[in-house]
């Protein structure tokens, strides 16, 4: 063999040498980023995990409760307004080692928190906007067992049947069984049978326990608003309350709470009464001056905590009943203010009070999602919008078919009108340019609407990125179709 062919076959060994030594070396790294991804994952679990912390209210001994790190402070704040104990709180903060926690941030961003960790519960001075929030608070209370506005789709209140479903042993309390069960199917379902009754349909079926009245009235006074040398004393509304044992109160709300006051129907006197019963909360007031609110107040909240969760909290996709029974009507002051203090028709459009239902519905699709946090964050985000465009979008076409909102053409003929509120455009199911003449006129048009909508949930179910749809509710209200869509920008 020549010296030139020993030299080329000696290059060439260490050549592949070279390259067996990268290619190694290219694994090590390739190996090394893989375990690295793994160990940030294995974090990113360790980090999801529970823990539990104690929490310290006031008049109430230290309580344990579950957390997850990816929860922000504003969930634990919304469980206490759920618990038994501390149910009527609204207006206070939560504090770590003497460090006011801020309701909109996560758990695992919180320095210091840790299992066995304690927060506690600190009274805040009320606002005007605090008293107003606490008062409806007590009236939700109140009605938390009445399937009054769940009837009526008020407030995110929707009717329930997993408790008739499950015949109440829904938290598994029931440890006896009967031995035989009676399965035969009832005789309104049964072939043959004339009545069709709909009172099966709804999920108060079986006999109610008896009705609990705590209060007879608790209404905003005549003496409103406070004028301005009370207000310098802290004064932020005034109250009207008739108790079960038919005794008057006229209550002040202030900055440090609720308390009795001297006024009457014909009198202005709002210098705190003798005693006065000041207290952080209208209910704690109230359990003080009648003694069968307090009776009745707690056998309420018996009766509301043994119901499911999904049952007593409100839903933010609310769900609307089709049928009703004849609903006993009571004085409800909070209702009669929503339905009369409402300024339909322009409220939506004061400058900067508007929400851009096009940027917000485009923005939440644009979140990343490449971890399962984020996912779950983008998910989230994309419901609320949802949620809460359905529900400005429901309000919106219940105004434009009762008349409360004036047509962006008033002049066209009333079937051919549009109308724009809250940033959304609204159009009613009419076959106005006869597209569907051939198909059924008016009839094929009030079915097109469902189909389009159909369209765009397949779309939207799709999920790539750079795809975007319009916001699309269908309405059905009055016997009108209405659709609401988010406008389109720069039209």
Not at 457 to 476: I, Q, R, S
Request: hydrophobic share 35%; aromatic share 8%; charged share 25%.
């Amino acid at each position: 063999m020549s010296s030139a062919e020993e030299f080329m076959e000696k290059g060439e060994i260490e050549s592949t040498k070279e390259n067996e030594k990268e290619k190694t070396d290219g694994e090590k790294e390739e190996g090394a980023e893989e375990k690295k991804e793994e160990c940030t994952s294995c974090k990113t679990d360790q980090e999801d995990l529970g823990f539990t912390v104690k929490v310290a209210a006031p008049g109430v001994e230290p309580f344990d409760i579950q957390v997850s790190s990816m929860e922000l402070v504003q969930e634990i704040h919304q469980l206490l307004m759920d618990r038994e104990d501390t149910c009527h709180r609204t207006c206070f903060s939560l504090q770590l080692d003497g460090i006011t926690l801020d309701n909109f941030a996560e758990l695992k961003t919180v320095e210091g928190l840790k299992e066995g960790s304690l927060i506690k519960v600190v009274e805040e001075p009320y606002t005007m906007r605090e008293a107003r929030i606490h008062v409806r608070h007590v009236r939700d209370l109140l009605k938390s067992i009445d399937l009054a506005d769940s009837y009526n789709g008020v407030d995110c209140a929707s009717l329930c049947f997993l408790n008739t479903v499950c015949a109440g042993d829904i938290m598994e309390k029931k440890r006896s069984r009967p031995e035989s069960v009676d399965c035969t199917p009832p005789e309104f379902i049964l072939p043959g049978a004339k009545d069709a009754p709909l009172l099966p349909l709804h999920p108060a079926t079986r006999e109610q326990p008896a009705k609990l009245n705590c209060l007879k009235v608790v209404t905003p006074s005549g003496w409103n608003p406070p004028p301005g040398y009370r207000k310098l004393h802290g004064d932020l509304l005034y109250l009207q309350v008739i108790t079960a044992e038919e005794k008057h109160y006229h209550i002040t709300a202030s900055t440090r709470g609720f308390f009795v006051n001297h006024c009457t129907e014909e009198e202005f006197n709002p210098k705190a009464a003798s005693p006065s019963y000041l207290s952080h909360s209208l209910i704690e007031l109230l359990n003080q001056v009648s003694p069968m609110f307090k009776r009745n107040f707690a056998l309420l909240q018996k009766r509301r905590t043994g119901r499911h969760p999904y049952e007593r909290v409100p839903t933010p996709y609310q769900m609307y009943s089709w049928i009703g029974p004849q609903l006993e009507h009571n004085i409800d002051t909070i209702r009669a203010e929503d339905a009369f203090s409402s300024k339909l028709g322009y409220e939506e459009h004061i400058p900067g009070q508007t929400r851009d239902w096009n940027e917000e519905l485009q923005t939440t699709r644009e979140l990343p999602r490449k971890n399962l946090p984020e996912r779950l964050l983008r998910e989230r985000a994309i419901f609320k919008v949802h949620s809460d465009f359905v529900s400005a979008a429901t309000r919106g076409a219940m105004a434009v078919i009762d008349g409360n909102v004036m047509a962006i053409n008033p002049g066209e003929e009333a079937k051919m009108q549009m109308f724009i509120w809250n940033n959304i455009f609204f159009s009613l199911g009419f076959d106005v340019k006869d597209h569907y003449k051939d198909l059924g006129g008016d009839a094929a048009a009030y079915v097109a609407p469902r189909n389009d909508l159909q369209g765009v949930k397949v779309y939207n179910a799709v999920d790539l990125e750079g795809l975007f749809t319009l916001g699309t509710v269908v309405l059905d209200y009055r016997g009108y179709r209405v659709t609401a869509q988010s406008i389109i920008p720069g039209i």
